[in-house]
C-alpha cells in the first residue's frame, strides 16, 4: 500500500501565495508521475497540474503563470507553488500518483489519491 499526505493548504487572501506539499509513502518502486486535482463546491474534480517521469509538466489553462509544480525524487514528494492566488482557487486539492510496485516479484501499477487539503482564497 502507499500513503500520499497533502500539506500546506489554508485560507489566504487574493493575490496572495500557498505552497502544497504531498509525500508519498509505502511500497514504492518508481513514481511515474505525481499530479495535483482539485474540486470546488458544486464542481466536477479538475487536473490542476501534473508532472510525468522526468520534466515534462502539464497545467490547466485557469493556473498558467501563476502555479508551479516540482518533484523531489529522493524524497518521493511533490509540490505546488501558487501565487497570485485568486477566490476561483478554491478548492481542495488532491494529490494524485502513478506509482509502480513490487508485488509477488512483480512490477504492479496503481493509482493513488491523497485526502485532499482545502484551500480558500478570500479577503
Known amino acids: 500500500q502507499v500513503q500520499l499526505v497533502e500539506s500546506g493548504g489554508g485560507l489566504v487572501q487574493p493575490g496572495g501565495s500557498l505552497r502544497l506539499s504531498c509525500a508519498a509513502s509505502g511500497n514504492i518502486f518508481r513514481i511515474n508521475s505525481m499530479g495535483w486535482y482539485r474540486q470546488a463546491p458544486g464542481k466536477q474534480r479538475e487536473l490542476v497540474a501534473v508532472?510525468?517521469?522526468?520534466?515534462?509538466?502539464n497545467y490547466a489553462d485557469s493556473v498558467k503563470g501563476r502555479f508551479t509544480i516540482s518533484r523531489d525524487n529522493a524524497k518521493n514528494t511533490t509540490y505546488l507553488q501558487m501565487n497570485d492566488l485568486e477566490p476561483e482557487d478554491t478548492a481542495v486539492y488532491y494529490c494524485?500518483?502513478?506509482?509502480?510496485?513490487?508485488?509477488?516479484?512483480?512490477?504492479?501499477?496503481?493509482?493513488?489519491w491523497g485526502k485532499g487539503t482545502l484551500v480558500t482564497v478570500s479577503s
Open positions: 494524485n500518483a502513478d506509482i509502480m510496485q513490487v508485488v509477488a516479484d512483480h512490477g504492479v501499477g496503481m493509482n493513488y
Open positions: 508532472n510525468l517521469s522526468g520534466t515534462t509538466t
